[in-house]
């Protein structure tokens, strides 16, 4: 009796296992397109992504490099001091994008040119996303704001 409950106590931690290793792989199935990987523009040129790897993308925005194509298309470049790479979107920039300041894209990296699918933009003007302030310090380029 006793060598029957055993046999079917690790049949139940089994079926356990392999249910939990299952769901894990589902979950992470169902997840990998909503997993977007931060990269600052110097990692983006030193080791360009797949073409069909969504990712972010930040930094400060060029001064004098925002334009508007014919076909409604806003190109401009990001920098973090040490590269620059050039971002096209189609569609309403937020209010508070200018040049000069922190930014923040989601897209695919085509061709040598950042096709942005989303564009976020600082919140004040003392904000600045962490991502984007953790790749500049990594540059070498962020200084801290003085006061508060």
Not at 27 to 49: K, W
Not at 119 to 148: R, T, W
Request: glycine residues 10%; proline residues 3%.
């Amino acid at each position: 009796m006793k060598g029957l409950k055993k046999k079917r106590r690790i049949q139940v931690i089994a079926v356990a296992a392999v249910a939990l290793l299952i769901s894990t792989g589902l979950i992470g199935y169902a997840l990998r397109d909503g997993i977007n990987f931060f990269r600052s523009p110097t990692q983006v040129v030193e080791s360009p992504p797949a073409e069909t790897e969504t990712f972010r993308i930040g930094g400060l925005v060029e001064d004098g490099s925002l334009k508007v194509n014919a076909s409604e298309e806003i190109v401009f470049n990001v920098t973090d001091g040490n590269a620059v790479v050039q971002v096209a979107y189609t569609g309403i920039l937020p209010d508070l994008f200018e040049e000069g300041q922190g930014m923040v894209g989601t897209g695919r990296y085509i061709q040598g040119v950042f096709q942005a699918t989303e564009i976020l933009a600082k919140h004040d003007e003392k904000y600045m996303p962490v991502e984007v302030i953790d790749a500049l310090k990594e540059q070498g380029v962020y200084q801290e704001a003085n006061g508060s």
